[in-house]
């Protein structure tokens, strides 16, 4: 072998060198360079293609087909394009199987089309007995074990499916390359060939790639590349809901989550979030207290809790989960310099409630509360919601989308809304009663 033939690719970023090195000098990861041969009959786009104008390229809503499942059409911006490539990421066990099969089974729910699930990482018994679970039994749907992506290609050539799901792209590999699946090379160059029989067939493709200890898709730069959409499916394992997130998406926004709830019998969409993440107490407690999030064109009522105790060993403890610690330590210091509140030798927890993160300074003023109320021993009503950022010096900034936060909280029956006083001048339509405030230490008042 020619010395040109033989590259060393850094397995995190693509980087190609020479020769090896113990540490990628792009990306900096250590031990990430591993050998591979050249590509033979590298990947080429077949089809002779001839420049059109633009005015004269037809795309139309359309060409979206409904997967069946609400969610997961407004994630991928209204339902799936045909010809678009997409890819799923997600930690083990999250659910990512589960749902691309039921989501094949409602795209195909009432057609004589077929799709094809390539199952590279179980049987075909492991497959139909997921399907038992779901409830899905359809001879629509084509199970393939297979894991030379030669044959996956062939097969998708000769039945044309509606729609291809392969799962995962870890495990599937090409002969004309002597590197292990997994690899990057291996898993750009099949993702690539995925890609163009895609594209030259107009059939949506969904590939489950599997995710890193440090939550990046393996290959993951490469891959991103090369697809449409990259949607990372989240959730905890304790808990039953799960949230489909769009990183990437070409054909529409990518702040659109959607909400799943894993049962018995598969993935629920969940309808209403907000109900999922509130405790379900009645009565009013210290350190909890009701704010309203954005996740997209929605709004999601939250409830953040905060636990303010006295330090037993010298240095206090800050702890908080589902909000950004530096946040919240921001706002305890706005808390003791503006509020007057003595915090220095007291250990703050502060939760969401459900296991949301929300990273939306709009929750500045919840968070605040709720670590007042917490050390002050008072309580903010059960009906009342309070939205609004929070600056270094105490005052309550205007947030975004008032009206669409407001609504929501009015459809689960609160009554009032502590809102940032800038807020209040644009004319907002909302039954619930509305306070503004301008300064943190007005609201700190209200719940002396
Ligand atoms: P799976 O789709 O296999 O996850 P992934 O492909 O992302 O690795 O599902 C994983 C988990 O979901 C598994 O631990 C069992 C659970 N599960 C249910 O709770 N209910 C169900 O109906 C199904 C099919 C799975
Ligand atoms: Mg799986």
Redesign the pocket.
């Known amino acids: 072998m020619s010395r040109d033939t033989v590259k060393f690719r850094c397995q995190a970023c693509g980087y190609v060198t020479t020769k090896w090195m113990g540490r990628c000098p792009d990306c900096g990861t250590w031990n990430s360079i591993i050998e591979e041969s050249s590509i033979k009959g590298h990947t080429k786009s077949v089809q002779d293609i001839e420049p059109i104008p633009l005015s004269d390229v037809s795309f139309s809503e359309d060409t979206r087909v409904s997967t069946g499942i609400k969610e997961l059409d407004r994630v991928l911006g209204g339902g799936i394009v045909s010809g678009s490539v997409v890819l799923i990421g997600?930690?083990?066990?999250?659910?990512?199987?589960?749902?691309l099969?039921q989501t094949m089974a409602g795209l195909l729910r009432d057609s004589s089309a077929r799709g094809l699930y390539v199952s590279a990482e179980e049987s075909a018994q492991q497959v139909k007995l997921?399907s038992n679970?779901?409830g899905i039994d359809t001879k629509n749907i084509l199970v393939l074990p297979e894991t030379r992506i030669e044959k996956v290609l062939d097969y998708i050539e000769r039945i044309k499916p509606a729609l291809v799901v392969v799962?995962?792209i870890q495990t599937i590999y090409t002969e004309t390359l002597s590197s292990a699946p997994g690899t990057v090379a291996q898993v750009r160059e099949c993702s690539a060939k995925l890609t163009v029989s895609a594209k030259r067939y107009n059939i949506p493709l969904f590939i489950?790639g599997h995710v890193t200890k440090e939550g990046a898709i393996a290959g993951p730069r490469v891959l991103e590349h090369i697809v449409d959409t990259v949607l990372y499916?989240e959730g905890d394992?304790s808990q039953a809901f799960r949230i489909l997130r769009a990183v990437k998406n070409r054909f529409g926004s990518t702040n659109e989550i959607g909400v799943f709830e894993?049962?018995?019998?598969?993935?629920k969409e969940v309808k209403n979030p907000s109900e999922l993440f509130l405790s379900g107490q009645e009565t009013p407690s210290p350190g909890t207290v009701l704010t309203a999030t954005l996740e997209g064109t929605r709004s999601i009522i939250i409830e953040i809790q905060a636990l303010v105790t006295p330090t037993t060993f010298g240095m206090p403890r800050r702890t908080s989960i589902g909000v950004d610690v530096q946040r919240s330590n921001l706002l305890i210091a706005v808390l003791e310099k503006i509020g007057g509140l003595h915090l220095g030798l007291s250990d703050i927890y502060v939760n969401v409630v459900g296991g949301l993160r929300v990273f939306e300074p709009a929750v500045d003023l919840a968070v605040a509360m709720a670590i007042a109320t917490s050390f002050r021993n008072a309580t903010v009503d059960r009906d009342t919601i309070l939205i609004g950022e929070i600056g270094l010096s105490g005052e309550v900034r205007a947030v975004s989308q008032i009206e669409t936060r407001l609504k929501e909280a009015e459809k689960i029956g609160l009554k009032k809304a502590v809102i940032p006083q800038t807020n209040l001048s644009s004319r907002i339509s909302t039954t619930m009663q509305l306070s503004g405030v301008k300064n943190i230490r007005e609201v700190l008042e209200m719940t002396r």
């Open positions: 997600g930690d083990p066990g999250v659910g990512k199987s589960t749902l099969l997921r679970r779901l799962d995962s489950i499916f394992k894993m049962t018995d019998s598969g993935l």
